[in-house]
């Protein structure tokens, strides 16, 4: 899947110049925003590929977190934290 991505986002930023060298050569702005556009979703499309690796790892370490607060409820003694119990 990286693999893919990669060569989706390589392929994009090639396609980025080439809009861009057509701006300076023709003197167009439509082409040098376009040119930044794709330049910008290649970055976008990098950035969620990141932020998706590390949600994936936080998912897969939430499953096994009800079964640890499990275990640790079980080792308190009171059910009530001392600085929620009102003083005498």
Known sequence: MMLLILVIVIALVAWALRLMERAIAD?????????????????????????????????????????????SKTEWADPVPPWLVQAE
């Open 27 to 71: 003197q167009e702005f439509s082409l040098m925003l376009a040119g930044f556009l794709v330049a910008s979703s290649a970055a976008a499309m990098m950035g969620v590929y990141f932020l998706m690796g590390n949600y994936m790892l936080y998912v897969q370490h939430g499953v096994s977190a009800p079964q640890q607060l499990e275990s």
